[in-house]
């Protein structure tokens, strides 16, 4: 099972502290950094601004990777939502360049490029995730080279202003609409914080979702909102459930479907004891982005308590994730997508609190639902999870319809969907769901993956539980 996640190799220290896997063909070395070189990156670094351009060179002196290559580093002082492209050249060596996210004490690897700038020169172009130092390390592919080299900065002005506007959920989700309607909220991430961990196939899931919404059961294209990728905050997430979601009313229809990487924690997070007794003694967690351009969460109870405080009966939640037993996913592509806490805690914005309205979190409020609501079978809506609490997900490619990589659950589930006859059950299409993903996923990766439902309405016709009233 080839893993989607970045496996950071430890290394006795490395630039800031940082531990970072290479891109294949690239070995990993070349992120590897003495402790010498640790403390002097911190102590008398050089620097390069927006616009700026610097001569330098590769001599024999300069330190080097693990792969014998020398390198230089350079200090950049960057914004949340900057976009900037970096350029190393050189007639000398073949350029390589890695750029980094400073830390307290540690660094993460963000990106690295070879080639991109055409011949032997190298660009990285990236949208920068929070305030503060990034250290560029201006390097040559292979070892020992030395040589004269331009290395060059330069901001996308608009691009960057753009990416730093806060969102108005209120103008973007102004509410008021037919509390009959149905509305369907569809969050689809390949594009993850950092390098090796992106996954192919979960925007595209949510894109074939809402085609199977429309044009089997009627849903209006307006009423369909998707966030994808870097959009799909934890924050974003949460105003979009209730404000768009919450203006389905006793009549109306609410769909909330995920897919992208999911995350377990070996304890529980949020509340805890009595008040969130886990089964399995962990929690789960959607894997999303956070506003401050860190990644985020969205813990599988704080789901179940936003789908409790929606006007409508008729709600359906789907997620396609791993450890999605319970409330919570990833072909020949065949990527899992199990993310591990201990990847990318070190760019994780961990909730502190356990959500109540809007992201407040305090003491048990009233009409909060028990215990027995969120973790036992749900009574108002029903729940669709793309595998068992202990078990990962795939994508899949080479699909006989809807073409591309799509989620190995989300290709079945929109299968059984769209030829559902009139009279079948929620419980019907799973069944057949749960068996094609089984068999697959067997045959394919020789491991298991069973979809679940979960609802007290699951007996009840799709046809009657999505319909327009």
């Not at 990236?126 to 331009?150: F, Q």
């Amino acid at each position: 099972m080839k893993s989607a996640f970045p496996r950071y190799t430890a290394v006795a220290a490395v630039l800031l502290g940082l531990a970072a896997c290479g891109k294949a063909p690239v070995p990993e070395s070349k992120s590897q950094i003495s402790a010498d070189e640790n403390a002097a990156a911190k102590s008398a670094p050089s620097t390069i601004a927006a616009g700026q351009t610097v001569q330098g060179a590769l001599e024999s002196s300069d330190p080097t990777l693990g792969d014998g290559s020398r390198y230089d580093r350079y200090i950049y002082i960057g914004r949340r939502g900057e976009k900037v492209s970096i350029t190393l050249e050189s007639s000398a060596f073949d350029a390589f360049l890695l750029l980094f996210q400073a830390g307290e004490s540690s660094a993460q690897k963000l990106a690295e490029d070879d080639d991109g700038a055409g011949g032997t020169n190298s660009r990285i172009t990236y949208e920068l995730p929070a305030d503060g130092a990034y250290i560029i390390v201006a390097n040559s592919y292979g070892a020992n080279a030395t040589g004269a080299y331009s290395l060059s900065v330069t901001r996308d002005s608009a691009a960057s202003a753009a990416a730093r506007t806060p969102i108005d959920y209120a103008a973007r989700y102004p509410g008021g609409g037919d509390p009959k309607g149905r509305y369907a909220l569809l969050v689809g991430v390949d594009d993850y914080r950092g390098i090796g961990n992106s996954l192919r196939g979960p925007v595209a899931d949510a894109r074939l979702t809402g085609k199977i919404l429309v044009e089997r059961y009627g849903f209006k294209p307006e009423n369909i909102v998707y966030i994808l990728d870097r959009e799909a905050s934890r924050e974003h997430v949460i105003e979009a459930f209730q404000r768009h979601l919450g203006q389905a009313g006793p009549d109306g229809v609410a769909v909330f479907y995920y897919s992208g990487h999911g995350m377990q924690f070996n304890a529980n997070v949020g509340l805890t004891g009595a008040m969130d007794p886990e089964p399995t003694g962990v929690d789960q967690a959607l894997y999303l982005w956070s506003d401050n351009g860190q990644g985020g969460m969205l813990l599988d109870d704080e789901i179940g308590y936003l789908a409790s405080r929606l006007n409508t009966d008729r709600a359906v939640i789907i997620s396609d994730a791993c450890y999605s037993g319970s409330g919570t996913r990833g072909g020949e592509g065949g990527q899992s997508k199990e993310e591990k806490y201990d990847d990318v805690k070190g760019g994780l914005s961990v909730p502190r609190q356990f959500l109540i309205d809007n992201a407040r979190a305090a003491s048990l409020s009233p009409g909060y639902p028990s215990a027995a609501d969120l973790r036992g079978e749900p009574a108002r809506h029903i729940y669709l999870g793309g595998s068992q609490d202990d078990q990962v997900s795939w994508t899949a490619t080479g699909w006989p319809k809807h073409g591309g990589i799509i989620s190995v659950f989300t290709y079945y589930l929109a299968e059984n969907l769209e030829t559902a006859g009139e009279n079948a059950t929620w419980a019907d299409v799973m069944n057949g769901v749960r068996s094609q993903t089984v068999e697959y996923t067997q045959n394919k990766y020789n491991t298991r993956q069973t979809p679940q439902i979960q609802g007290a309405k699951r007996g009840t016709s799709i046809a009657e539980y999505l319909k327009q009233r």
